[in-house]
């Protein structure tokens, strides 16, 4: 979603704020642009596209100055054209924006009869605007931004510079995350730590409702209420060497091979291999006490939540909701007193995930988040926060962060059902030896990689694929699908296997994929049953399973992928990898944007 990056520095800005927009790039855009301060003027320059396209523009038409702001833009009102690029503004002041500023129609209908001539379609111009009209009224530069940040209601980061002031630039945050960077004799902002790693890695993140007036003298920042408020200045652990793709063609190529180090680094800091149990962290809730838990989140953290609900509710008991989080919040569930939630997401600024967040606080849930990015609003405004180790995922789709997450769950539930006496020392031991072993499967799952890349081959061709899985498995065909619509544009069901008969089973026929995920144990037999169905049917059979399951999957599937067999509880771990690598192998024949696919944003910051 869109990216921010503002510079009050010592060397020419725009060559700097484009290297921190090609930082930003993984949240998804589809537009650029940046402003300069030019002896007390403002200059700007955009492109609709890629940042590539940017840059072109700005060889042909270099932007000098050393204070400016640049952005990312991802379209929510108005197509994405250069004309719709931010910075939007006046002679007066410049402004880019993440997020939805709500009233903007009712605003531009009274700027416009004060004869503000709006020039684009754009929602952050409205806000420009009005700051433009304090100004003109008389107001400075901090007054205007003030009192423009009261009028304006929805959800937003913003940071605008002004004509004659080549020195300052002023930002704000109210549902959308932003960083202030402090270097040697120079500010940064960002929309978040990775923006900025190679400027500085001290950073303090404004709280909701703050804006700050960032200069040569640092950072002055303000609450809601224009009250001067203090905001502790961190050492970021994100580095700028992090971010690179090594050698691999895409950084989902990276991630997914990262799979093994990342399950590893998670699985450690909460399992102890010495003593075969589970160490959480302090809980904001007693899970011995818990009498309901609700989990919320989006996409395919929703899905890692849904497999954490089969994995809490057999081993701790714990009745489960899960919802995904824009529907959570207009449901209307009743909620028990003395009930808990958990929150999963990588990014940890999911709009609607953090909606979700407010209302459970609301309604005195405790709120426990797993969460990738630390410093988080997610991580920061929940009452706990455990930790995926994922490192930074910048591919859109997620691959190691997802897996990571399921790995957290599992800890959890192992966690929730001792403390609850619903599991054994021994069952707490036997699960976690299996957990120990997750990161070498995986390894030996990216092993497979050749075959998959020519199953993708088939998968490459067809217009409808249908994945299946039983239990934790169902929502494991829900992220291979996911993955491979985000990514190939493939249209794709993931399906309870047992439920395709219900429906699905009319669109089989010999163009269709069943891909399924079907390793032996005691849901083989009836989800294998289920495949010999799809083939009678003329449908185009092929499955990831073990070992075992493969010596009867052969007779009718046309492709199987054999896997480690690895038993019940880590299966939805290591087949979420191969579902994954096939997706990204598809994307690579059909030669999409792989890390940026269109359409799509990392880090969805509006509802
Ligand atoms: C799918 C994907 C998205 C995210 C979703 C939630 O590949 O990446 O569906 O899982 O947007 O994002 P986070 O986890 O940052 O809350």
Redesign the pocket.
Known sequence: MCGIVGVVGRESAAPRILEALRRLEYRGYDSAGIATLVNGYIDRRRAEGKLSNLAAVLEATPLPGTTGIGHTRWATHGAPTERNAHPHGTLRVSVVHNGIIENHAELRAELEAKGQAFETDTDTETFARLVDQNLAEGMAPEQAAAAALKRAHGAYALAMVFAGHPRTLICARQGAPLAVGYGEGEMFVGSDALALAPLTRRIAYLEEGDWAVVDDAGARFFDLQDRPVQREIRLTAVSGAATGKGNYRHFMEKELHEHPVVLGDTLTQYLDPMTRSVTLPPLPFDPAAVPRLTIS?????FLAGLVGRYWIEQLARIPVDADVASEFRYREPPLPEGGAALLV???G??AD?MAALRLLKERRQKVLAVVNVPESSMAREADGAVLTVAGPEIG???TK?FTAQLAVLACLAIGFGRARGTISAEDEARLTATLLEVPGHAAMVLERDAEIRAMAAEVAKARDVLFLGRGTLFPIAMEGA??LK?ISYIHAEGYAAGEMKHGPIALIDSAVPVISLCPSGPMFEKTASNLQEAAARGGRIMAFTDDLGAARLKAFAERVVVLPRVGDFSAPILHAIPVQLLAYHVAVLKGTDVDQPRNLAK??TVE
């Not at 989140?297 to 953290?301: D, F, L, V, W």
């Open positions: 989140a989006c996409g395919s953290a997401s990588q990014s600024e999911t995930t859109v789709a997620s962060a996911l993955k985000e880090s969805v």
